[in-house]
């Protein structure tokens, strides 16, 4: 039988990975792991909890205390078969996708114990491999032995154009410039934070889609994930 492994998507946030990795575990049979929306789902209970200071700061010790109640899990959506996140039992993916939540998610991440506790969940749902993670530290810290690691990013203007239309279409009455600021601000918190920056992994391949259809980067995943899978 044919030897499975493990896929580390990482990039900049709204450049399509979720997309791309979603249709390539749909197409290769792998477990299909979002792990922004892990990171989103926190989040979610902090600002459900008011954990939030009248600057928009995490109130970190607050949230330290309250992450053993913090159960984040995944079912499969009977139709799509794919995973929808869950935050202690409640599915809350269109919850976690809001511009409130994108715009106070990134300091949640930059937490030394949020990111210890995600990572460790991480690693045991990789354990039997056949999965691909998308996220910003898989290569790097998650798995850093995985098989296929990929490093996408696009212009933060393209990127921005695709969360606009993204949250337009849904029906969201949004800027486009809070959204283009939205994307430069996490783009710089996320590759400047202390623990677990965004950075391509040195054996990461990395993927500019800027200028490529659909089409053509699920096409290139595709054919490199064929031929690493060979290579085993
Ligand atoms: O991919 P996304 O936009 O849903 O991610 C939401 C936030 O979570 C983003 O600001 C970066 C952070 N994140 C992270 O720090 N590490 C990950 N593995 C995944 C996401």
Redesign the pocket.
């Known amino acids: 039988m044919e030897k499975k492994i493990i896929v580390a998507i990482d990039g900049h946030?709204?450049c399509g990975?979720?997309t791309m990795a979603k249709a390539l575990a749909q197409k290769v049979g792998y477990i299909y792991v979002?792990?922004?929306?892990m990171?989103?789902a926190v989040t979610l209970f902090a600002l459900r909890n008011d954990m939030f200071d009248a600057e928009g700061q995490p109130k970190a010790e607050e949230l330290e205390k309250a992450m053993a109640d913090v159960n984040i899990s995944f079912v499969l959506d009977e139709e799509t078969k794919l995973p929808l996140v869950c935050l202690n039992g409640e599915v809350v993916e269109s919850e976690i996708r809001s511009l409130t939540v994108s715009s106070r998610?990134?300091p949640i991440?930059a937490l030394p114990f949020v990111r210890a506790a995600l990572t460790q969940a991480q690693q045991r749902m990789g354990l039997e491999k056949g999965i691909v993670m998308d996220?910003?530290?898989?290569g790097t810290v998650v798995f850093p032995d995985a098989e296929l690691k990929v490093f996408v990013t696009a212009s933060a203007e393209v990127r921005a154009q695709r969360r606009y239309l993204e949250l337009t279409a849904k029906g969201d009455e949004v800027c486009f410039d809070d959204i283009l600021r939205n994307v430069q601000e996490?783009d710089y918190i996320?590759s400047h934070r202390e623990v677990a920056p965004l950075r391509q992994a040195e054996d990461a391949l990395l993927l500019d889609n800027s200028e490529l259809t659909r089409e053509e980067q699920m096409q290139w995943l595709l054919d490199t994930f064929k031929r690493v899978v060979e290579c085993q």
């Open positions: 946030s709204s990975k979720s979002d792990t922004g929306a990171y989103r998610v990134s991440a996220g910003r530290d898989i996490r996320d």
